[in-house]
């Protein structure tokens, strides 16, 4: 069992920064991928973006790309997302999720699915104001 718990959260206003942190506890050695969703009042939920266990593979949202970094603690237990240049629209609930191995999809995308990950946080509010 993995257990997950994002903070970090918090209200920002525009061109401000964030950093996020997502502590992983629990029978860890099955995740292979771990990544950051986020959803805005009204929106459904979007991938922001997502690393390999051993962090030689990072994916991005476009939105994401140039303003928001994925990265790793050492002892892989946590994971961060900084953000940077925030926009009103990235207002949303962030969660953080955990993929358990298997076979990767092909593609570029598929990191993006929620139904490829199998553990997930309670979220934490990011809230940027202009």
């Known amino acids: 069992q993995v257990s997950l718990a994002e903070s970090g959260g918090g209200s920002v206003e525009t061109g401000g920064s964030l950093r996020l942190s997502c502590a992983i506890t629990?029978?860890?050695?099955?995740?292979?991928?771990m990544a950051w969703f986020r959803q805005g009042p009204g929106k459904e939920r979007e991938g922001v973006a997502a690393i390999s266990r051993i962090g030689d593979i990072t994916y991005y949202s476009d939105f994401a790309k140039g303003r928001f970094t994925i990265s790793q603690a050492q002892d892989k237990n946590t994971v961060y997302l900084q953000m940077d240049d925030l926009k009103p629209e990235d207002t949303a609930m962030y969660y953080c999720?955990?993929?358990?191995?298997?076979?990767?999809?092909?593609?570029?995308?598929?990191?993006?699915?929620?139904?490829?990950?199998?553990?997930w946080g309670q979220g934490t509010q990011v809230t940027v104001s202009s």
């Open positions: 629990g029978y860890t050695y099955d995740r292979n991928y």
């Open positions: 999720a955990a993929r358990t191995f298997g076979s990767v999809p092909g593609g570029n995308a598929w990191w993006s699915a929620g139904n490829e990950y199998k553990y």
